[in-house]
């Protein structure tokens, strides 16, 4: 292994072939760069994803491993020059060696040698999860066009056959009535489907302005107290110096909405005896996120997650969980979770989702408010930021 320290501390020498063991074991690549950029470690998987041996890629600069243009190299010189750990998601990767990869990348201080800097490479992360967000978005833009024609060509001539029910109710023998019911009833409840997939309609541009998240959340926790979710332990987990959210405070309460009632029904159903929903807020600073569609890179530092402790979400349909009429619930219309990720996507923000037994966790990324310009997608986050809750 690589001797970084020059003078180790005693058992230094014992740990460190664990150290390298431990590495090793990881399935995502790990390289180690000094202050100018030349590789003075790396572990068995790099080795694969460059297509080269340790002894061949030791020494080697960067700059000769990946495209000079990669945003990869403009990271690693901002944590050097920052010291703060970043990451980059939707990072595309491309050379005749390793191939075409989208990446996410972690890279950190090395803090036991000036300038260094530990890079890991992650693949299929939340880079495919952004892909999976913009199919989304297709799919509720396919269902805004299907819930116009349903209200033009459904909802309206409906109200027509419910009124001539309503008239032959007071012309029909009494032991026929029950069928004009019947077909005021069946009509009444095909409205209201109808009316709940007009939430995908497109709507007008949204009405924007600084909003404390908390503020949001807590209003959502306390309907959530107060009706669906009661028997349910709410615990509200917040990061006391998170600065406002550029967004439509409404729609936010909405997505929250559908998110905690969501996991109360997830945990209720399953009569789970401690069952208890978290819902934490975060800042995750150098967060930034590549969209197709644009040459900048999203800035989306403001984490929300919504944990709930239920049996989880079964293999077969996370991936298309928030799709359109996708449910796991007896009776359910599967509209709650694809309305959440509409209105996150049309703030400009991503919703991902990772689940296990006993452990389910909604994640909502989104922007933030800027002094300078409310948002703007080309500002990395350095400057123009509002700071403290809002």
């Known amino acids: 292994m690589l001797r970084i320290a020059e003078d180790p501390e005693p058992g230094a020498e014992r740990v460190a072939p664990a150290a390298d063991a431990i590495l090793d074991a990881l399935t995502e690549p790990v390289l180690v760069v000094d202050r100018q950029d030349d590789v003075i470690f790396l572990n068995g998987s790099a080795e694969i994803f460059f297509s080269a041996s340790r002894a061949a890629l030791a020494g080697s600069n960067l700059q000769t491993l990946i495209p000079h243009d990669s945003p990869l190299l403009a990271l690693v010189a901002k944590v050097r020059r920052t010291q703060a750990s970043m990451t980059e998601y939707g990072v595309q990767l491309q050379t005749p060696r390793i191939g075409r990869h989208t990446l996410s990348i972690d890279a950190a201080p090395l803090a036991d040698l000036d300038g260094a800097v530990v890079i890991t490479l992650k693949e299929h992360t939340i880079a495919g999860k952004i892909d999976d967000a913009l199919t989304q978005r297709g799919a509720a833009r396919s269902v805004s066009a299907l819930s116009a024609m349903l209200a033009h060509e459904v909802k309206n001539p409906l109200s027509g056959i419910r009124g001539a029910a309503q008239l032959l109710e007071s012309m029909v023998p009494g032991e026929d009535r029950a069928l ?211």
């Open 180 to 390: 004009t019911q019947l077909i005021q009833e069946e009509t009444d409840r095909i409205v209201k489907l109808v009316e709940r997939m007009e939430v995908f309609s497109d709507r007008p541009t949204l009405e924007r302005s600084a909003v404390n998240i908390h503020v949001v959340l807590d209003r959502v926790l306390q309907l959530a107290r107060n009706g669906f979710a009661k028997g349910v332990r709410l615990t509200a987990d917040y990061d006391p110096s998170l600065p406002p959210v550029y967004g439509d405070k409404d729609q936010l309460v909405q997505v929250f909405l559908n998110l905690v009632k969501n996991a109360a029904e997830a945990v209720q159903g399953a009569g789970v005896p401690d069952a208890e929903i978290v819902v934490k807020t975060a800042f995750r600073h150098g967060v930034r996120l590549a969209v197709p569609g644009l040459d900048s890179r999203m800035h989306l530092p403001l984490v929300v997650m919504v944990r709930d402790n239920g049996p989880g979400i079964p293999e077969d349909i996370r991936r298309h969980l928030f799709d359109p009429f996708i449910t796991t619930k007896q009776g359910g219309t599967g509209l709650g979770l694809a309305l959440a990720a509409k209105l996150i996507g049309d703030h400009g923000g991503v919703i991902d989702m990772e689940s296990r037994p006993r452990r389910t966790v909604f994640s909502v990324m989104l922007p933030m408010l800027r002094t300078a310009t409310p948002f703007d997608p080309e500002s990395d986050g350095e400057a123009g930021e509002v700071r403290g809750r809002g």
